[in-house]
């Protein structure tokens, strides 16, 4: 998935990118149901989209399958408990606010704190975070008009990424306790402050990866100076390095991905497994009970069960069919956990690269360009997906009808009433056929982008396609195994879009970067200076009926220029073997891996 963290929803910018074949690894890295007493203590957790980087900030990284990776080797400030609660990680630092207005926060790193390396995290470890997240040292950069993909020259500066909450940010923030803290000042007061900030990338290998020094010492420097006398030159490099230098799909290199937190990535088979060991420089009190954590990749849910029952994973989170509920439930000492969860199904179109939803395709008419999109939107059958395909697993499942909230807001049933998404709720061909008329045309190729080999995305582009066959549509099969990277950068090899968001926090704000123009997660050319304005206005509002009211005049518009469509929260099947204790799952990212730290084997 790509979180609401690209799951391309993450905390830190939104939301995630929801997001195929594996072989068994190797025998040391076999399940903990074929341990002995005296050997080392390992869990595999099979998953569907295989890691690809280690940087989850950026634009292209931004997913849930880098998120659940990293939380195991990246420490934060704090994080979610089984009850959604956010819980402070003293043992790593902490935070306090030292002024309301203006609104200043102070975050102290622990002394205890430190790079799997050694090298102890400091004031320049949170710079480069700042810079990095808050995009406010960016220089404004071309998009090639034909691809969508940013074009950064050498002596750019851009890091790709943009917290909205952070771009408050404005000054660079204030070194304190011998390089220890940072204390963030805010121009406006930001109502999501909690979940906005944390270390990002360690600032001595950013350095080093930029052509910066080898030594720590002097890579924390340049990094800190660069970014205190705003040195272009020198913030050009180290932008390149931040933005591109943590991407791999195999073993990574040395020093590509240094662990803060208790695990560290040791091995990594492309597109297979990833393998974690203990980072034995990691004090903290997330110390995990287990000495290694393997992930299996595979797209099919219908594998994944057939390797759970085999012993060769001990849990998985698949995004699961009705048969996949059903297998899951007969095998024997197998704990079953279903719900709902935090991620939503939808359908995005871009509307920048020159095809069907592109106004340039019509001359530059943005009239025609919407009236095509709609008339795809009522050729979506959101109700027989949900019916066909989620029902078996969540009887109570209903289509969702709503971009921002989940369908167990409080607020979600004045949103849905309000916010205009009824227009959408049936599959009207003749009304589409109608609108393709008024643009004048009959006939639209539609090229779908998806995950390749995940069985339930097919059987949903299958009842679309033949859906919207009926109005003029060819929707044509783009799937791809590299679908969520390919969202921010390759939209010149697709016209819509078929992915889950998955939630990473509870935060107001947590959909700013996916409708905000040139958001992290906007991947489609999206602009609307109404709903930019509208979340301008809902970071800065605590009143909560005033941040539901906002809300829904963002959704007005966002259903009135058909943005897109939701169809479904996803259903929560969570399983694992019975010998492993503390599961825990929750219905946000990071989801089963929620608490990895009390995971340990018993019997």
Known sequence: MKIKKWAPLAALVGATLALGACSTPASEDSPTTDQTNTGPKVVTVGWNQPFYSYNENTDHGNASANAVITTMTLSTFNYYDKDLNLVPDTSFGNYEIVSEDPLKIKYTLSENAKWSDGTP?????????????????????????????????????????????????????????????????????????????APTMPAHITAKFAGLGDDAAAGKKAVTEAIQNNDRKALAKIAEAWRTGFDFKATPAENQALASGPYIITEYTEGQSIILEKNENYVGDKAGKLDRIVVRYNEDPQAQVQALQNGEIDMLAPQATA??????????????????????????????NGGP??????????????????????????????????????????????????????NYPAMVEQNG????????????????????????????????????????????????????????????????????????????????????????????????????????????????????????????????????????????DAFGTTIFQFPAVNAWNKKVSGVQPISISPTIFAGFWNWDITG
């Open 121 to 197: 995290l400091d004031s320049a470890d949170l710079l480069l975070a700042w810079a990095g997240l808050s995009s406010n040292l960016n220089d404004s950069v071309d998009t090639d008009e034909e691809t969508g993909e940013v074009i950064v020259k050498e002596d750019q500066v851009f890091f790709a990424s943009g917290s909205p909450g952070l771009a408050l940010v404005k000054d660079v923030p204030e070194i304190g306790d011998d390089g220890k803290s940072v204390t963030l000042s805010y121009s406006k007061p930001f109502a999501d402050w909690e979940t906005a900030f």
């Open 323 to 352: 048969d996949t509920l059903t297998q899951l439930q007969a095998l024997q000492n197998v704990e079953v956990a279903t719900g709902v969860d935090g991620t939503y199904e939808h359908v995005d179109m871009v509307q920048n």
């Open 357 to 410: 939803f592109d106004p340039a395709t019509y001359g530059g008419d943005a009239e025609k360009a919407k009236k095509v999109r709609q008339a795809f939107l009522l050729t979506i059958p959101r109700q027989a997906i949900v019916e066909q395909l989620i029902m078996p697993i969540n009887p109570n499942a209903k289509t969702r009808d709503s971009f921002l909230l989940l369908e167990d807001d409080p």
């Open 421 to 560: 998404s009824a227009a959408f709720k049936d599959v009207d061909i003749e009304k589409a056929k109608s609108l393709l008329k008024e643009v004048g045309v009959d006939k639209v190729d539609v090229r779908l982008l998806f995950a390749k080999d995940n069985v339930r995305r097919a059987n949903e582009y299958v009842l679309i396609q033949e859906s919207a066959a009926k109005a003029g549509f060819n929707v044509i099969d783009s799937s791809n195994t590299e679908w969520g990277s390919m969202l921010a950068t390759a939209q010149d090899k697709y016209d819509a879009s078929l992915f889950g968001w998955q939630s990473t926090s509870t935060a107001v704000t947590e959909s700013d970067a996916t409708y905000r123009t040139k958001g992290l997660n906007n991947f489609y050319g999206y602009s609307n200076k109404t709903v930019d304005g509208l979340f301008k206005d809902l970071q800065v509002e605590t009143e909560p009926a005033k941040q539901a009211q906002i809300q829904i005049d963002i959704e007005k518009q966002l259903w009135e």
